[in-house]
């Protein structure tokens, strides 16, 4: 069975975004980008809540195209027109985007019958209304978590509502980068 597993930047104090969805946080630089494409490559479709997606929508199918595009850019851009995106809306119409599933009814049969197919894993890219949902339904596989050494104080919690225990066992991929994140990978235990 394919696994879901949750990719999120966190604080230390466990917030994913700040008070209103702000990222501006996390720190991001060309070791981390190169070191998450290479994972990226694992997986072969990618989750996404409505916010979540909007705003990757708004910047990548372009991203490598613009004359100042990075390294990063260019490749990601290519990484994501290319990946199956399987997003978590009951406002979007898949017709208006690229290589993409809407999945506005019976969410946890669909997400449960994807992690039934053939395939490697599905990352569950930011989303943090996603993960608390996919969470509490036992769909999320593991966490694949970048902690960032900032306190935010307030913001969107990680394990908001979470409403069971649940076991994580950590694994040993993790990394230490030399901007002072530090990579964590836990897989739930069932």
Same mark, same amino acid.
């Given at each position: 069975m &394919? ?5 999120? !930047? $966190?604080?230390? /104090?466990g917030?994913?975004?700040g008070? !209103?969805?702000?990222?501006?946080w ?5 070791e981390?980008f190169?070191h998450?494409?290479?994972r990226?490559?694992?997986?072969d @479709?990618?989750?996404?809540? &409505?916010?979540?997606?909007q705003?990757m929508e708004? #910047? ?12 990063h850019?260019?490749? !990601?851009?290519?990484? #994501? ?8 809306s009951?406002?979007l ?5 690229s290589?993409?599933?809407?999945v506005? /009814?019976?969410?946890? /049969? !669909?997400?449960?019958?994807? &992690?039934?197919? /053939?395939?490697g894993?599905?990352l569950?890219?930011? @989303?943090p ?8 339904q ?6 694949w978590?970048f902690?960032n050494?900032t306190?935010l104080?307030?913001?969107? @919690? ?6 069971q &225990?649940?076991?994580?066992?950590l694994?040993?991929?993790g ?5 002072? $994140? ?5 897989e739930?235990?069932?």
């Open positions: &394919r696994k879901i597993i949750s990719f999120m !930047h $966190v604080s230390l /104090d917030f994913v975004s008070p !209103h969805g702000e990222l501006n996390a720190k991001v630089d060309q981390l190169e998450i494409g290479e990226c490559k694992k997986g @479709s990618a989750l996404y809540g &409505r916010k979540t997606f705003m708004s #910047y990548w199918p372009e991203a490598g195209k613009k004359p100042n595009a990075t390294r850019d260019i490749e !990601h851009s290519a990484w #994501y027109n290319g990946i199956r995106k399987i997003v978590l009951t406002t119409n898949a017709a208006d985007f290589n993409t599933t809407v506005s /009814d019976q969410i946890a /049969d !669909h997400i449960n019958a994807l &992690r039934h197919e /053939d395939g894993e599905i569950l890219f930011g @989303s209304t996603a993960t608390h949902y996919l969470l509490n036992n769909l999320i596989g593991g966490f978590l902690l050494p306190i104080g307030q913001g969107v @919690s990680l394990f908001k509502d979470v409403t &225990r649940i076991g994580l066992k694994l040993p991929e990394r230490r980068f030399s901007n002072g $994140v530090t990579e964590l990978n836990y739930i235990e069932r």
